[in-house]
């Protein structure tokens, strides 16, 4: 019998790691058009690294070693930057550039990295249920790579984890932002049930100033349950005719299912110009200091 309840206890344990972590990679970066004609948006660096090396360095101190992306077409780099580049390496090996490369070797020796194409852009709900072969049957974590986020202590992702080792249910990232922003994000409506912690029971994406229910609007960070699967797979088109997964998201909150969590930490939106002008400043200024 206690054996029997120890192993349910590990079964509840490893039944609740997240192991697995999601990069819509395939959206086509028309902000940042011409530098994104023929190049990922996830490729532009700030300082010397690439957006999505952030990403996925952040889901590494989450304790996450699985990175399903994806892809789309022109996408390419992304998929070489993680992997050898036994020319380059052979080229400067021995030189004092090889230390160069030391952190993404690093990244590449520690994870696992699993690839898939969005045919056609269809919106974030439908990019996430495009992942759903690369992530089976398990709760995951979602990364927007323009969404950089920054926390010198404790990233945002492994905050968020956390939460999600107590609570069981999908977490989102949320921060407060100036009224007249909320029409570029989902917002939500929520109760609060602890430090930063709300119960979503409304969201809704991208409403106008009237419609927004609060000024709490949703980043790039999510931790989602295999059941959002389930609800994207006959989930209408939604705000600008596409398949949302705030819309997804919603279903599973009218059930008790979704928390918001004001994260501790910066937030880039280096899907702008403006944003990511703000990121290089700041990471330059940590390099410097
Ligand atoms: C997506 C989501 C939105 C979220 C935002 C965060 O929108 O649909 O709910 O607030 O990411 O960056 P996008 O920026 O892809 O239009």
Redesign the pocket.
């Known amino acids: 019998m206690a054996i029997t309840e120890k192993l349910k206890k590990i079964f509840m344990k490893e039944g609740k790691k997240i192991n697995k972590c999601l990069f819509p990679a395939a959206?086509y970066g028309t902000r940042f058009l011409p530098a994104t004609k023929a190049m990922p948006k996830e490729m532009l660096p700030i300082l010397n690294k690439p957006l999505i090396q952030y990403g996925v360095e952040e889901a590494l101190e989450a304790g996450i070693t699985n990175m399903a992306i994806v892809t789309g077409r022109g996408k390419r780099a992304i998929e070489d930057h993680f992997d050898i580049s036994y020319e380059l390496e052979s080229q400067i090996k021995g030189t004092d550039k090889e230390s160069l490369l030391t952190d993404i070797r690093n990244v590449i020796n520690r994870c696992v990295f699993t690839y898939t194409r969005q045919i056609e852009m269809k919106?974030?709900g439908h990019a996430v249920l495009t992942g759903k072969p690369l992530i089976g049957n398990e709760p995951f974590a979602v990364i927007?790579a323009?969404?950089l986020c920054h926390n010198e202590e404790k990233g945002i992702l492994k905050q968020m984890v956390e939460i999600y080792e107590k609570y069981g249910v999908c977490v989102v990232a949320v921060q407060e932002v100036e009224r007249e922003e909320v029409s570029?994000?989902?917002?939500i409506k929520g109760e609060k049930v602890d430090d930063n912690l709300y119960r979503v029971d409304f969201m809704v994406?991208?409403p106008s100033v009237e419609e927004a229910p609060s000024n709490l609007?949703?980043?790039?960070r999510y931790i989602l349950i295999p059941e959002i699967f389930d609800i994207l797979e006959t989930l209408p088109p939604g705000k600008n005719g596409e398949i949302?997964?705030?819309d997804a998201l919603l279903e599973l909150a009218k059930q008790g299912k979704v928390l918001a969590y004001r994260f501790e930490g910066k937030r880039f939106?280096c899907?702008s110009v403006a944003g990511f002008v703000e990121a290089t400043n700041f990471f330059f200024e940590r390099m410097k200091s």
């Open positions: 959206g919106g974030l927007l323009d969404d570029k994000y989902g917002v994406e991208k609007a949703v980043i790039g949302q997964l705030t939106d899907g």
